[in-house]
């Protein structure tokens, strides 16, 4: 089995471990409830080293991508980075990847653990483009924190004038020669940045920022809570929520240009009504007017997020009221062969348990990303 280069700092901390597509990694450590939280009050640590990095470079790379990947790159800025899909030829997908462009004829691209080789013989088998690729999966690390307080940590560990005029999916500096590049980004909806380092140097990084978030409550986190935080931010789950049929139809159109969106299929997000779920081991039927209309593709329990008057609330809502108990909805994706409305009642059933949950545009509302870096200041430091 892989270990990513932190083995033994995810070791020191007794995380729980546990097989992930190959590579031996923490699915928490003390608590994936609190770890969950820590994200959305303070700031989280995660070790997604794990993930498939390589570079493309050459004079016709926009063309190649633009064959294969579901955006167009041509209006992205040098030093900006763009979220999207590789999909096949019947617009099945392949994985969601990130994009960062490094300037005119050269990019780094981001994919899921284990699909660098799958995504980069796509890209080769492209053959009228001669592109350059080179694969760093082995050669760098990635260590992410995510949270308001993130800001902080990182000021202290940087200094605050790097952080002036950082926006929202921009990044600075390079991995190369010792270097850290940052980028403002992240998979859980809420405020933070993504560190890419040569590994050797991953492990005085993953210390020293354990050491100066002390005293901002940094946690570090592992698989389980960055599954929930992703999915309460109404993100897909790789090869789970987006797979081997039809891309179309999905909450997740802004990632994809209109040539692409065409399925006989439709994706939606819920929220249950309390915290259970399915059975892990069986897949669900969703059932609408008592009659079978598709499946359950992801279900998890959102840890952080309560109704009250049939309104969803975070912990982090300003109308939450004070002192008030949040014990979390189960909450996830379905796909499903009829339009549904938001609002709609559904049931979730895996032969075991039935789950009434209703389909919604926004599963955890008050979600901090895209705030200015000078309201993160103000509110949290």
């Known amino acids: 089995m892989k270990e990513t280069v932190l083995i033994n ?26 770890e969950h939280l820590s994200v959305l009050k303070d ?10 990095f390589f570079t493309i470079e050459g004079g016709e790379v926009s063309e190649l991508l633009d064959l294969s990947f579901s955006r167009v790159l041509d209006h992205l800025k040098v030093n900006h980075l763009i979220y999207g899909l590789f999909l096949d030829d019947k617009n099945f997908v392949i994985d969601d990847s990130v994009i960062y462009k490094f300037s005119e004829n050269k990019f780094f691209v ?35 924190v995510q949270g308001p307080k993130s800001l902080k940590l990182l000021e202290n560990y940087m200094g605050e004038e790097l952080f002036n005029n950082f926006g929202y999916f921009t990044f600075k500096g390079s991995f190369d020669n010792g270097n850290i590049l940052i980028s403002r980004s992240g998979y859980t909806g809420e405020f933070g940045f993504e560190l890419y380092v040569e590994s050797d140097k991953a492990p005085k990084l993953w210390d020293t920022l354990l050491e100066l978030g002390s005293d901002l409550g940094i946690t ?21 929520d987006i797979g081997p049929w039809p891309f179309g139809n999905t909450p997740w159109d802004f990632c994809v240009e209109n040539r692409f969106l065409n399925s006989p ?10 915290v259970r779920k399915l059975h892990e081991s069986t897949k669900g039927d969703v059932l609408f007017n008592k009659s079978i209309i598709g499946r359950v593709l992801t279900c998890v329990t959102e840890v952080s ?9 975070s912990i982090t809502s300003d109308n939450l009221p004070r002192d008030y108990s949040v014990k979390g909805l189960v909450s996830g994706f ?20 039935e789950l009434k949950v209703q389909i919604v545009k926004n599963i955890r509302p008050n979600r901090t990303a895209r705030l200015s870096i000078n309201r993160i200041r103000r509110e949290y430091e």
């Not at 700092?9 to 609190?34: C, E, R, T």
């Not at 700031?43 to 498939?52: A, L, N, W």
């Not at 960055?226 to 109404?234: F, H, I, M, Q, Y």
């Not at 379905?334 to 339009?339: A, C, E, L, S």
């Open 9 to 34: 700092k995810h070791k020191s901390l007794n995380g729980k471990m546990a097989s992930f597509n190959g590579y031996n990694m923490p699915l928490w450590y003390k608590s994936a409830k609190n």
């Open 43 to 52: 700031v989280g640590i995660f070790d997604t080293s794990h993930m498939s």
């Open 305 to 313: 997020i309560t109704r009250i008057d049939e309104e969803i609330l």
């Open 220 to 240: 570090p986190c592992g698989l389980a809570s960055r599954d929930s935080l992703r999915t309460g931010a109404g993100l897909p789950l790789s090869h789970q």
């Open 265 to 274: 299929f439709y994706t939606y997000s819920y929220v249950g009504y309390d």
């Open 110 to 144: 981001i994919v899921n653990c284990g699909m660098d080789e799958i995504v980069i013989n796509h890209l080769k088998s492209f053959d009228l483009y001669r592109c350059k690729i080179v694969n760093y999966s082995h050669r760098l690390a990635k260590i992410d």
């Open 334 to 353: 379905i796909r499903v062969n009829i339009p549904l409305e938001y609002g709609d009642i559904v049931i979730l059933n895996d032969g075991k348990r």
